[in-house]
């Protein structure tokens, strides 16, 4: 039996140095959110410990916003569940199935296929289309990975992040030409904007989306964190205003649009499929009143207004950061 080497004696004592270093520092966070771990663990007590831990350090010990994120990921557990008790025998066999084929390799995780599931009401060809263009995408990433290996090398040097998938996306759009791209460069140009717009309260969820906005405002930030916060605030109203109805509201709403969905046709329904084929996406009701009303039940008609519509926007938009 071989004898342990240096190297191997070195990992144990940095491994257990580590698991001192942890142990202490849990300690510490017992003792200092010793109350407020205790109010959670009440309403909790199936909960980890460090991960209650953790997430009292890292929102400073705010028992409101702890309990609220135990909530949210309590309920999506229940959902999760309820998936899995509908459709978790027949993903078991089609996973079975499929062990031996290429795909297993690449296999999302099971939530994810779960997900796909129940949107597609259990429709197994569905999932296979799924994870057919899954399968493609990651091999369309590996034979660009191979091919590009020079272009690779260099926006790696330049700081960039090669693992993104848009990189090999471009790569393979321009054939390798890098001059005909930016290759996220403009990320780095704005780069102090995008850190100043955060310090000024700004969430910066795409981060290319606001760096298209600064470059065609000139980078004047003024003008940009000014519709960031507009939109921004836009959104919050709009979700206060969902999250929090009136009750006797929230029925009447619920019985009309239980009313209304119970009244389409087969022919709307229908209509509805085409249209979604397209790109035409939002409320229903809405969309079948501008076929019937304003299109005269004209589907073609239907998809020219959506169009206009969206253009009309997008200028619209356009006019706001000039």
């Known amino acids: 039996m071989s004898q342990p080497t240096a190297t191997d004696n070195e990992k144990v004592f940095d491994h257990n140095k580590h698991k001192r270093e942890y142990r202490l520092q849990r300690d510490e966070l017992r003792q200092l959110y010793a109350h407020q771990f205790s109010l959670i663990e009440q309403q909790y007590p199936n909960a980890s410990s460090s991960k209650l831990l953790n997430l009292l350090r890292r929102h400073d010990g705010d028992v409101d916003k702890v309990c609220a994120i135990l909530k949210q990921r309590s309920s999506r557990q229940t959902k999760f569940d309820q998936i899995e008790q509908k459709y978790g025998q027949e993903l078991t066999k089609f996973l079975e199935q499929e062990s031996s084929h290429h795909l297993a390799s690449k296999m999302p995780r099971r939530q994810r296929l779960l997900r796909i599931m129940e949107r597609s009401n259990g429709d197994l060809e569905h999932l296979q289309k799924c994870l057919n263009r899954i399968n493609s995408r990651h091999q369309n990433k590996a034979q660009a990975k191979e ?5 690779m090398t260099e926006l790696e040097q330049d700081g960039l992040d090669v693992k993104s998938w848009c990189i090999y996306r471009l790569l393979q759009k321009y054939d390798g030409d890098l001059t005909k791209t930016d290759f996220g460069k403009l ?10 717009l955060e310090l000024d309260g700004v969430r910066i969820k795409n981060k290319r989306a606001v760096v298209h906005l600064l470059q065609k405002s000139n980078g004047q930030l003024d003008t940009v964190k000014e519709f960031l916060l507009q939109k921004q605030q836009r959104k919050e ?6 999250s929090s109805p009136r009750e006797d509201d929230e029925k009447d709403h619920r019985k009309q649009k239980k009313a209304r969905m119970a009244n389409m046709s087969s022919d709307d329904l229908e209509h509805l499929k085409q249209l979604r084929a397209v790109g035409v996406h ?13 299109c005269n039940d004209s589907v073609e008609l239907t998809i ?6 969206k253009e009309q926007r997008k200028r619209e938009c356009e006019e706001r950061l000039k």
């Open 237 to 242: 109203k709009k979700k206060c205003d969902y």
């Open 282 to 294: 939002g409320n229903p009701i809405k969309i079948l009143k501008i076929l019937h009303e304003e």
């Open 147 to 151: 091919i590009y290996v020079e272009q």
């Open 304 to 309: 020219e207004k959506f169009r206009q519509h």
């Open 187 to 196: 990320e780095l140009e704005y780069d102090q904007q995008l850190k100043q």
